[in-house]
């Protein structure tokens, strides 16, 4: 089932404009548009989502702050982390936000396979995970029957920033990224994803 997906490799963009840009896209989207998907990285923020804690905010640094609209608590977005937001038109696919989770998921899992590094889901906490720690977020918002937001994937940065806060909202959760399991370059993360993506999209 081919809905058209077009996708985007953005570089490096602000956290506010690129979630301006999101709901703008949002918006102005019609059924017949195609799906989009940005590829992405961020200066140094750390995000909270519409319902998130502030509490799990340790110290905030010079690191800048935004409440955001996507679902989830806090966590750290900068260079070396590859974002990838999904506008997809749910409703024309039949799903509900449960199963883009699990594709996003089942995505994430396929992807790091390709790196030799088992993956997998914990139940009750969204995300992949690699011997028990996170090396992937999900954090979505729905709006007319389309997604927005995404998935950051850990792959080659400055971790420390999340020890500023208790991240997802779990003082004890530990994380990890992929340049800490095996040797990898960003452009070529992003390229595979890009692929994995565009073939995943379009056989379901």
Known sequence: MNHQLQIKHLGSQDYQDSWNSMRATISGKTQEDKDEVWLLEHPPVFTIGHAGSKDNLLESGAIPVIRSDRGGEITFHGPGQLVVYFMINLRRRGWGPKRLVQELEELIINLLKLYAIEAERKTGFP??????????????????????????????????????????????????????????????????????????????
Do not use: W
Request: glycine residues 6%; negative net charge.
């Open 127 to 204: 995300g992949i995970y690699v011997e028990e720690k996170k090396i992937a977020s999900i954090g979505l918002k729905i709006n007319r029957g389309f997604s927005y937001h995404g998935i950051s994937l850990n792959v080659d940065m400055d971790m420390s920033p999340f020890k500023q806060i208790n991240p997802c909202g779990i003082s004890s959760l530990q994380l990890t990224q992929m340049k800490d399991l095996t040797d990898v370059a960003m452009d070529d993360v992003r390229n595979n994803f890009a692929k994995a993506i565009e073939d995943h999209f379009d056989n379901i």
